[in-house]
């Protein structure tokens, strides 16, 4: 050594393996013992036995920054497991062996046997000396069996090791027959996406990219060891970038697994744990790998740009809306007060109280009594504070699940003898216990967003930190297509899609908030219009805060279609209402019959689950189930008669054909994804009810404005859109991840969003356009009187 230096181990080993290889050996192959000279190319025949085993000696020289990569292919007619041939390969800087047959272990103890079996040697690194250096290969075939066993062998050199950037590559592979490629990066390249397509479905098969790192595990049973993977059926795309691999260089390693079950396949039948010949010779697979560049910084930059500016249109849309019903409004008031001097000198109305002077002298029936000393009873006005030694936030009482009303036991009988009701019958509570009442569903959605977020943000994490340490990409079900990853996210631009949920239910806030500050600032004013009849928006807050905490559990979908229904019912029954308690405990029972469909199936739960949603769909309280008996009782039994409300009739009938329906077809065809089936029974009731309320609001000889009719035709369209993206299914964790990437697709937007993405913009657009419909419905009765307002 130079300067005295001690040898290195690497080089002590090295010096061995070549002593060992110049030493005679009464085994040897060669003339005296010596080591054959081998040729590449060239196929050898021989035999081996445990007095004799053949050594072989193949030579190249290496060219200055040229990667050489030799393959070795060996054959073995001996199906004897007792006694197999061992080859071992020795290079400069690492030793590889095996034996034929070759063995492969599958699920229940099943062996998989074989006798041909080709591998890659490491390659050496290029040379970096001046001059072309000589390399030299040892290749060492011996048996521990008493008699002969013939053997073939072929060594080669690899003339297409390295991967080129956009070209196609084309090869065959089997389980004991593994393949790897080198690729580097071009410099002008930050990442790219290695595509691998077959033809055929099985036999299952492994991708892997790993660094440069001698020994390659390039087996079924090694394959995990190193780098990141992914099962594959049909096809499979990994992103790869640059930083990951600090030699800007990696191997595409393929592996065909020796059973199709990890792919979704079935099992081969066999004898004794032991497959025959002919399931072997099928497990051959054509592949073809692609490696294209990903999207660079620009791309992420643009994407970003898109998705904020898409969604912050909607406030500049708003911002025009607000100002032009301002400056309406400003021309109705001036209007207004001239109207009302003409109106008060005519005389034609003289009272400032529109319920009260529009009731006949001495009467209370359908109206509120002023007189009353019920707290529940009074009407809050600005003339009329709370009462002395209240708190409007504390000492209001406390509401049961179910509101009967008894504190109004006197006109309680009056109401029931009306035919029709208006919505003064209803709305006999006062404005602070009704307040009170569904500010708990603000608090109670909070908290149960909280709870729900909390434990997603920790799998995420988790799963993506699982994914990131381990390499198993099959852990997620992405579009690996188009999944283009952003630190420690695989994929960001899902994450992105998602921003539009949580910036346009920001915007409904504030549209929410700016009508209940017009609203108490009317109130200020004393303008009695706004007191009577504005009711929408004291109850539309509790019913949508829940929209700005977005979540990707189905879960979170069943209470947006329970809260709009519930919205919609409170809208014409202020007074009586579910509770949040009872209306979340109906949610609870709801998620925990999906929970169960997803864990047993949907077979035995269809009925029982749309028995269920037909019940609680209406959030009502357990006194349901009376009041159904008493009702049949009456109208059945005693007398069957026509009902006395038609309307409502038509809905029950056509409500229970569609929620039977639903419980034949889950019990007919057994829908796989029973969490989808249950919201999309959900889904079915709310528009039933939607359609219900709008054509009883016509009929009423109501009128849809401007402004909530382009809300409904909008919401329709955007949702239409919307669901055909959401059809276009790219993945599935129904299946195996395998059979999920056969559905991946390339990116349809800005080379950087694919359908489910366009799904995530539109779907916040429609859920958008759905909550403006619901909270502007009723627009056009802000000016009318409660006691003219019928309930349906």
């Known amino acids: 050594m130079a300067g005295g230096e001690p040898p290195t181990p690497g080089a002590l080993l090295c010096a061995l393996l070549w002593a060992a290889a110049a030493a005679p050996t009464p085994l040897g192959g060669g003339p005296g013992g010596s080591p054959a000279p081998g040729a590449f190319g060239r196929l050898y025949r021989g035999a081996v036995n445990i007095s004799a085993e053949r050594l072989y000696a193949f030579a190249y020289s290496r060219q200055p920054g040229q990667v050489d990569a030799v393959r070795v292919y060996v054959n073995s007619s001996s199906e004897n497991l007792q006694y197999p041939v061992l080859f071992v390969v020795r290079q400069q800087k690492g030793v590889l062996s095996w034996q034929v047959p070759l063995i492969f272990r599958g699920l229940y103890q099943r062996t998989y046997n074989y006798q041909e079996v080709s591998r890659t040697l490491c390659p050496s690194e290029p040379a970096s000396e001046t001059g072309p250096s000589e390399q030299i290969i040892f290749v060492d075939v011996a048996s521990m069996a008493p008699f002969n066993i013939a053997y073939e062998l072929l060594v080669t050199r690899l003339e297409n090791f390295q991967l080129e950037t956009n070209k196609p590559f084309n090869f065959t592979a089997s389980p004991s027959q593994p393949q790897y490629f080198l690729y580097k990066f071009p410099q002008d390249v930050d990442s790219v996406i290695i595509k691998v397509v077959s033809d055929a479905v099985y036999p299952c098969s492994v991708v892997s990219v790993q660094d440069i790192v001698c020994p390659v595990y390039d087996l079924d049973h090694n394959v995990e060891f190193n780098g990141v993977y992914q099962s594959m059926t049909k096809q499979a795309a990994i992103t790869v970038q640059r930083k990951d691999f600090p030699g800007e260089q990696f191997f595409v390693v393929f592996v065909i697994k020796p059973e199709d079950y990890a792919c979704g396949g079935s099992v081969p039948s066999s004898i004794h744990g032991n497959v025959n010949r002919t399931w072997n010779l099928q497990r051959t697979k054509n592949l073809q790998v692609t490696i294209v560049p990903s999207i660079n910084r620009s791309v992420y930059i643009q994407a970003m740009f898109f998705s ?284 925990c019959l999906a929970v169960l469909g997803v864990v047993w199936g949907c077979q035995p739960l269809s009925p029982v689950g749309t028995l269920d949603l037909t019940l609680s769909s209406s959030l009502a309280d357990l006194g349901i189930f009376r009041r159904a008996a008493m009702v049949l009782y009456t109208d059945c039994i005693q007398q069957c008669s026509r009902p006395m409300y038609m309307d409502r009739m038509v809905l029950l009938i056509v409500g229970n054909l569609v929620n039977w329906s639903f419980a034949i077809f889950g019990l007919v065809y057994r829908p796989r994804d029973f969490a989808s089936y249950i919201l999309g029974i959900f889904i079915c009731n709310l528009l039933l009810y939607l359609a219900f309320y709008i054509i009883m609001k016509l009929r009423s000889s109501e009128k849809l404005l401007p402004i909530p009719l382009f809300c409904i035709v909008a919401t329709a369209v955007v949702w239409a859109a919307a669901l055909y993206f959401f059809f276009q299914t790219l993945s599935s964790w129904e299946e195996t991840p395998a059979e999920s990437r056969e559905k991946n697709r390339p990116c349809i937007l800005l080379g950087f969003f694919d359908d489910h993405d366009v799904w995530h913009f539109l779907s916040a657009a429609a859920l958008f356009f759905s909550f403006l419909v619901l909270l502007t419905l009723d627009d056009d009765l802000d000016t009318v009187r409660r006691d003219k307002i019928p309930v349906f």
């Open 308 to 591: 904020f500016l898409s969604f912050l249109s909607f406030y500049l849309g708003s911002v025009i809306v607000a100002f032009v019903e301002m400056l309406r409004s400003s021309d109705v008031e001036l209007t207004g007060s001239f109207g009302s001097v003409l109106v008060a000198g005519s005389g034609i109305m003289t009272s400032s109280h529109p319920i009260t002077s529009s009731t006949p002298e001495g009467s209370s029936y359908g109206a509120i009594d002023e007189s009353s000393s019920s707290g529940g009873r009074q009407l809050s006005s600005p003339e009329r504070g709370p009462p002395a030694g209240s708190d409007t936030d504390s000492s209001v009482e406390e509401e049961s699940d179910f509101d009967t009303m008894p504190e109004i036991e006197s006109d309680k009988n009056v109401i029931r003898t009306k035919v029709f009701l208006y919505l003064s019958d209803l709305s006999r509570k006062d404005r602070r216990i009704v307040s009170k009442k569904y500010k708990i569903y603000f608090w109670n959605i909070i908290t149960i967003a909280v709870f729900y977020a909390l434990p997603v943000i920790q799998l995420v994490i988790t799963y993506q930190t699982v994914v990131n340490v381990t390499g198993n990409q099959d852990i997620c079900y992405y579009n690996f297509l188009c999944a283009h990853p952003l630190g420690v996210l695989s994929a960001f631009n899902n994450i992105l899609s998602n921003v539009g949920h949580t910036l346009l239910g920001f915007l409904f806030l504030l549209i929410v908030l700016r009508r209940d500050i017009l609203h108490r600032r009317a109130m200020e004013m004393k303008d009695i219009y706004t007191l009577v009849g504005n009711m929408v928006v004291l109850l539309a807050v509790p019913a949508f805060t829940f929209y700005c905490v977005p979540s990707v559990d189905t879960s979170f979908m069943y209470m947006i279609a329970g809260l709009c229904m519930l919205k919609l019912y409170q809208t014409r029954h202020p007074d009586i209402n579910a509770s949040a308690y009872s209306a979340y405990a109906s949610f609870a029972v709801v998620i």
